[in-house]
Nanobody, 124 residues
Framework: QVQLVESGGGSVQAGGSLRLSCTVS????????LGWFRQAPGKEREGVAD????????LYGTSVRGRFTISQDKDKNMLYLQMNSLKPEDTAMYYC?????????????????WGQGTQVTVSS
């Protein structure tokens, strides 16, 4: 099992930036996909970005493409999400996730381990 702990959430005004971090630990040898998801109140969980760790291939959700950047530091076992030009509609709980058995296509079914989430609030 992989343990994931998010940090870096907070409140920011529209147009601002935040950087989320995720500490990845535990049985990570089989991990093939790391990603970020978000869920706003009353809405379904949405894929934000993921990275296929063996090759570094990245997918972004259409609503964040061009504004958010996912990256990883393999030496430090960290996953990051740089969020720029934030909008009020980006307000949500953001979750870090890891997967080892499926694909890496920004689908919840690709992921087996989840963090507890970090709240991001963007005010207008």
């Amino acid at each position: 099992q992989v343990q994931l702990v998010e940090s870096g959430g907070g409140s920011v005004q529209a147009g601002g930036s935040l950087r989320l971090s995720c500490t990845v630990s535990g049985n990570t040898e089989g991990t093939r996909c790391l990603g970020w998801f978000r869920q706003a109140p009353g809405k379904e969980r949405e894929g934000v970005a993921d990275i296929y760790t063996p090759y570094g291939a990245i997918l972004y959700g259409t609503s964040v493409r061009g504004r958010f950047t996912i990256s990883q530091d393999k030496d430090k076992n960290m996953l990051y999400l740089q969020m720029n030009s934030l909008k009020p509609e980006d307000t949500a709980m953001y979750y870090c996730a890891a997967g080892s058995v499926g694909g890496c296509y920004l689908d919840e079914s690709d992921f087996t381990d989840w963090g507890q989430g970090t709240q991001v609030t963007v005010s207008s």
